[in-house]
């Protein structure tokens, strides 16, 4: 048994030394919801991200069946093992909720993102930034004689690969879609 | 066959096909249609309260005290952010109500007209699901899935914002039984994971109950068996402040309520146990104390019907989802074919140590001189109310955890109180929707004079409507929970927490018609605590009491639980004694 430590009256220390997690390593994990399309769902998920104090690296949304009206939200997150376990347990209370899917411990799976960049420069700059948004399998979807926009899919690596690239051949914008998952083989 | 009527008419007929009885509420603009309709109906009383917070406690305490869900109806704009704070109590602490409010015409949404608020945006973070109702056709199909939803699964607070157009216009009512939700929470626990439990029960050396909320909130099935399974097992049992009754007080295995206020021998047995079996509780801060030494030694098992709930804040090594009673039936049905097996001779052992424990008496106290102690006029309160068909509310401070500490309940819904929220105001209103639901019961509000001063204006709805809700007021003339923690925690600063110009209670009830009693000798204590329950009508009891009383054992925030501040008066040196004799 634990020896008794009684204290009568008033103590010195502080009412507020909270609580020490469980302290583990941080993983990134890849989420699919499925959600009934109604107003407000995509609100309850995002307010249920900073409402708890969780990261969204990334979110994409969008109708995946008209008539049943689902859509699919995919959510790129990280946390600790016991947060990545709450955040999906928070997310399957959501009444509009129907699924929750972590793609990162179900099997393997595909992670695409689509991202447009717009480089404008001259010469040797211009040259380069299409040989490399060929190594790439960038296409090029607007070009000037200053400047392209090039779309390219892959996953988020890739894209940040080719983003660092293309910074010092005079990258001007970037708009990403984020990510997009599902599970290889069969359902 | 369908049936062709306005939204407001939808309203009340979706209501009475739900067996509401009471809607607590306030008009305005924006929700006459519907208070038309309640006006040309007989079948639902409304009872106007007097400020929207007070109409959602109310229908917290209707529902808290009766099991059924709790209604409050309030207009747009202010009548909806007034609704808040009851929202998020209710949230807290999983108590099913439906609360409709009135919205601005659906082509001026968005427009900042008067009396407009994005109430499904304010209420989405303190509802469990609130809809806004743009057509009228879906109308009494959402009014339905709001019933389900509040009371399925974990039960909680729904918000159905209905725009006046949609009132106005005619649409399709469908009936109650017409529609399918996917909503469906599981109930059934996993069998293999209760067998475990099973096993580990029949093993434990130190077992305890750690029950909560969950349990009442199941009903009454739930309260059975966890009353048949400690019986049978002999194992002690505790519960939270939200589980009180569940367990009768009276009981011969009850330790008590645990966590920051609660008793010794509870929190001692938390910790020191060798298995913990949490039903429907949350491992809440106010329990665990500091969490990496919260009960170091045992195996610990939690039943919960909310997946969130579990692994929260403390891994648990036996999760078990499903509802309480669902649970707790399968539970004993295993532990009973498995030849109902407990080790009888350790558990003699715990019980050894236990009652060591409760030899500290950690709720003593000394009732001396002529100023009432605040645990005195609740000892007295608890012995001449006793036999009495008794529903407690209480408001939010110290006189809460001694209402909690010092009266018995022999029954689940017998006590209201707001737990997670911790809501000051709370009390009062919550009385009136106790009383509602038990016109000839004994209602009484234990309230500080600070947290009632926050909702007295229900005292014109408790006149009006005669309900004779007992407003026991422990009159410490401070805000006594804050000023103990500047005492404890903030060397001794008592910043702002005087309750200073307080008004005449007695002249105040006077006021209201109501009657007033106050008493400040020990020796009148008991004939006006009699007065009080004899008379029929509101009664406002202004109970003077020590100003400086501090409310014991507490485990300050941050600290494990065997690190308790005790009372003056409990009897330490033999705790230490007691508890050290029995170290091995
Ligand atoms: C709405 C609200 N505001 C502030 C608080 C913080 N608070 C907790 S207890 C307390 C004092 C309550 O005073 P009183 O009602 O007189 O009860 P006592 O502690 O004196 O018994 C305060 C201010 C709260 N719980 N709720
Ligand atoms: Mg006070």
């Known amino acids: 048994m634990s020896p008794l430590k009684i204290k009568k009256g008033s103590t010195s220390h502080s009412a507020y030394d909270l609580r020490s997690t469980f302290g583990d390593e941080v993983e990134r994990h890849t989420l699919a919801v499925i959600v009934e399309n109604e107003p407000g769902v995509l609100a309850r998920v995002i307010g249920l991200f900073s409402g708890r104090g969780y990261n969204i690296e990334s979110l994409t949304v969008a109708e995946i069946d008209h008539t049943g009206h689902l859509s699919r939200i995919t959510i790129v997150t990280s946390g600790t093992p016991q947060v990545i376990n709450q955040i999906k347990a928070q997310l399957g209370r959501i009444v509009p909720v129907h699924d929750v899917h972590d793609l990162t411990v179900e099997g393997a799976s595909v992670e695409r993102e689509l991202a447009l960049f717009k480089v404008a420069g001259k010469g040797d700059h211009r040259i380069e930034a299409i040989r490399l948004a060929d190594i790439f399998r960038a296409n090029v979807v607007d070009s000037t004689l200053e400047s392209f926009v090039f779309e390219i899919t892959g996953t988020p690596e890739k894209i940040d690969a080719f983003a660092d690239l293309m910074r010092p051949l005079g990258l001007q914008e970037v708009a990403r879609t984020g990510v997009a998952a599902l599970s290889r083989g069969a359902s | ?584």
């Not at chain 2, 969950?214 to 939200?242: H, K, Y």
């Not at chain 2, 001063?453 to 014109?460: P, S």
């Not at chain 2, 020990?522 to 409310?551: Q, R, S, T």
Request: glycine share 10%.
């Open chain 2, 1 to 584: 066959m369908s049936k062709q009527m306005t939204g407001a008419k939808m309203v009340v007929q979706a209501l009475i096909d739900q067996g509401v009885d009471t809607v607590f509420g306030y008009p305005g603009g924006a929700v006459l249609p519907i208070y038309d309709e309640i006006f040309q109906q007989n079948h639902i009383q409304h009872i106007l309260v007097r400020h929207e917070q007070g109409a959602v406690h109310a229908a917290e305490g209707y529902a808290r005290s009766t099991g059924k869900p709790g209604v409050a109806l309030v207009t747009s704009g202010p009548g909806a952010t007034n609704a808040v704070t009851g929202l998020t109590d209710a949230l807290m602490d999983s108590i099913p109500i439906i609360v409709l409010t009135g919205q601005v015409p659906t082509f001026m949404i968005g427009s900042d007209a008067f009396q407009e608020a994005d109430t499904v945006g304010i209420t989405r973070p303190c509802t469990k699901h609130n809809w806004l109702v743009k057509e009228t056709d879906t109308l009494s199909g959402v009014m339905h899935e709001a019933f389900h939803v509040a009371t399925s699964g974990r039960p909680g607070p729904v918000l159905i914002d209905i725009p006046k157009d949609v009132q106005f216009a005619s649409g399709t009512y469908t009936e109650k039984a017409k529609r399918k939700s996917h909503y469906a929470p599981q109930v059934k626990g996993d069998i293999e994971m209760i067998t475990e439990l099973a096993k580990a029960m029949e093993k434990a050396k130190r077992p305890v109950f750690y029950t909560g909320g969950g349990i009442i909130n199941s009903g009454p099935a739930a309260t059975q068996l966890l009353r048949e399974l400690v019986a049978a097992t002999n194992f002690p049992i505790t519960s939270t402040l939200m589980g009180l009754g569940c367990y009768p007080a009276s009981g011969d295995n009850w330790l008590g309520m645990l966590g920051m206020h609660g008793l010794y021998e509870a929190n001692m047995a938390m910790h020191d146990c060798d298995l913990m079996i949490n039903i429907g509780a949350r491992f809440d801060d106010r329990i665990t104390g500091r969490v990496d030494a919260f009960s170091p030694k045992s195996k610990k098992a939690h039943i919960d019907i909310d997946a969130s709930s579990i692994n929260k804040v403390i891994h648990v090594d036996m999760p078990i989802l499903g509802d309480c009673a669902h649970v707790l039936e399968d539970l004993l049905n295993v532990w009973k074919s498995r030849g109902r097996k407990t080790d009888k001779e350790n558990l003699a052992k715990w019980w050894g140590q236990i009652n060591e424990w409760r030899k500290v008496d950690c709720l003593a106290f000394k009732q001396e001189g002529k100023t009432i102690r605040p645990q005195h006029a609740l000892t007295r309160l608890e012995e001449l109310t006793k036999g009495h068909d008794r529903y407690i509310t209480t408001e939010v401070g110290q006189h809460q955890m001694w209402a909690a500490q010092y009266l018995g309940f022999e029954d689940p819904n017998r006590w209201m109180t707001s737990g997670g929220l911790g809501t000051m105001g709370y009390g009062f209103p919550a009385s009136i929707g106790v009383q509602m639901a038990h016109r000839d019961s004994l209602v009484i509000n234990v309230a500080g004079e600070a947290s009632w001063l926050m909702n007295m204006q229900e005292l014109g709805t408790a006149m009006q409507y005669q309900l004779p809700v007992k407003q026991f007021i422990l009159n410490n003339e401070r805000l006594g929970m804050v000023r103990q923690w500047q005492e404890l925690l903030h060397g001794e600063r008592y910043s702002q927490s005087w309750s200073e110009a307080l008004p005449d209670f007695v002249k105040l009830a006077d006021a209201f018609g109501a009657k007033g009693i106050i008493c400040s000798d020990p020796a009148d204590l008991d004939d006006a605590i009699m007065e009080m329950i004899n008379h029929d009508g509101p009664v406002v009891f202004d109970c003077l009491v020590e100003k400086h009383e501090n409310c014991f054992p507490m485990i300050p925030s941050g600290k494990p639980h065997n690190e308790m501040l005790l009372g003056e008066n409990a009897d330490t040196a033999n705790a230490i004694q007691g508890a050290g004799g029995a170290l091995v």
